[in-house]
């Protein structure tokens, strides 16, 4: 069975300052790794993903995650926040050996807010 | 944009009214899948099709009911609405070569049931 926790459902900073967000995954397989962004009103959009070659991963708008076995963990990060990245993020876990996206599993989500 | 609709975008609806709610596509994409989410529960799978008249169970499939006599149409049923079955619907499409996981998202369906 795979699962995945988000720690934090919301986090705020500052224009400027590093974004961190942070993922954990529990997988009996080595698994696949994403990154999902949701503005307001809209659907998901793939922020990033890890498919087992680059363990260093990066995505669209500056966010890249970086994959850490011995951690179970794929954070988010991107050095220097925008007003335009305040959105919800998903961390997603897939099993490889599945064809279809039927079992992706998904966060709870972080909202991430941008103070002026 | 992937050429996704959902309809309707918004609907309220008194508990125990049958609801449909119609995911097209232009794409051609194979999979097609509906998600309902909920606040601190992320995204939760509730069917989804791998082909015309293929369909599987999903995460939450409990009171929901699919069809998918086409390619570009999935269409979710709601036989009998619950208060619990308020949420947002989102319909997703995949390709199975590739980027399989590459899910593409409508913009939702914003669904009370009161």
Request: hydrophobic share 30%.
């Amino acid at each position: 069975a795979q699962s995945v926790t988000q720690l934090g459902s919301h986090v705020s900073v500052s224009e400027g300052a590093l974004v961190l967000l942070r993922c954990n995954y529990s997988s009996s397989v080595p698994p696949y790794l994403f990154w999902y962004v949701q503005y307001p009103n809209q659907g998901l959009q793939l922020l990033l993903k890890y498919t087992s070659a680059a363990t260093l991963v990066k995505g669209i708008n500056g966010f890249e995650a970086e994959f850490k076995k011995s951690e179970t963990s794929f954070h988010l990060t991107k050095p220097s926040a925008h007003m335009s990245d305040a959105a919800e993020y998903f961390c997603a876990v897939s099993d490889p050996s599945y064809s279809s996206a039927s079992k992706i599993i998904f966060g709870s989500g972080t909202r991430l807010s941008i103070r002026p | 944009d992937a050429g996704i609709t959902q309809s309707p975008r918004h609907k309220v609806t008194e508990t125990g009214t049958p609801v449909t709610l119609r995911c097209h596509q232009t794409e051609n994409h194979r999979y097609m899948y509906w998600y309902r989410q909920d606040p601190g529960h992320g995204l939760r799978l509730i069917h989804y099709s791998y082909g015309v008249k293929d369909t599987d169970k999903g995460e939450v499939s409990d009171g929901y009911s699919v069809s998918r006599s086409k390619t570009e149409d999935f269409l979710l049923t709601l036989e009998s609405a619950t208060s619990s079955q308020t949420s947002v619907y989102f319909c997703a499409i995949s390709q199975s070569i590739g980027d399989r996981e590459k899910l593409f998202f409508g913009s939702g369906t914003q669904l009370s049931v009161l």
